[in-house]
């Protein structure tokens, strides 16, 4: 099971982290991604890493202002947002796969999102 935590309503220029925490199953997967999801739009991955090889990949619409967290703990995959915008709205979501990449299909297992909403 994924459960995401972090989310909340932020001012823009403002900065969340978001954490997926993996408990209680015998789920076997490498990667963890973080996707979002705005009202009548499709899901978008922004960001992925791979538990063996700490490999990362960012979408290109979020490099520079969302990182993945050097240290985190293998059940646990914090994503960093700074410098946030209003088109950063929306459900962010993680999801298991075993294979670092940013599209939504690779995934097998995926949490039940957390609302992240950037507004004045």
């Known amino acids: 099971q994924l459960v995401e935590s972090g989310g909340g309503l932020v001012q823009p220029g403002g900065s969340l982290r978001l954490s997926c925490a993996a408990s209680?199953?015998?789920?076997?997967?490498?990667?963890i991604g973080w996707f979002r999801q705005a009202p009548g739009k499709e899901r978008e991955g922004v960001s992925c890493?791979?538990?063996?090889?700490?490999?990362?990949n960012y979408a290109d619409s979020v490099k520079g202002r969302f990182t993945i967290p050097r240290d985190n703990a293998k059940n646990t995959v914090d994503l960093q947002i700074d410098n946030l915008k209003p088109e950063d709205s929306g459900t962010y979501f993680c999801?298991?796969?075993?294979?670092?990449?940013?599209?939504?299909?690779?995934?097998?297992?995926w949490g039940q999102g957390t609302q992240v909403t950037v507004s004045s």
């Open positions: 999801a298991a796969a075993n294979w670092c990449a940013l599209t939504p299909n690779r995934y097998f297992s």
């Open positions: 890493i791979s538990k063996s090889t700490g490999l990362k």
């Open positions: 209680g199953f015998g789920l076997d997967y490498d990667v």
